[in-house]
């Protein structure tokens, strides 16, 4: 689960990077090839999905051991979930906007 958590994490800062360094040209003419464009689409369909997955796994993992050990539920690593969903779909959201048609 830790390596899972550490993907879900990485990815929408990997969408900054290669949206950032598309911006300054720091990829040096990476992102003017079709595997640039098919990487940052990849990245953006990828990195909501796998981090809903693990708000939802996260949720599932919190409400059994709430469960089990009958205490109060825990909504620290569901928020965290929730706050690199909501990052991922916040940057998507900004870089379809850029896309010029």
Known sequence: MKIYRSIAILLPQLIIFLYVGA???????FNRTSTGLDTLLLLLVLAPAI???WFIIE???SIRLTKRRNTATLFLMPGLALLFFLESLGIDIFIVLQFKM
């Open 51 to 53: 981090t809903l997955i």
């Open 23 to 29: 911006k300054f040209d720091l990829l040096f003419g």
């Open 59 to 61: 949720i599932v993992l």
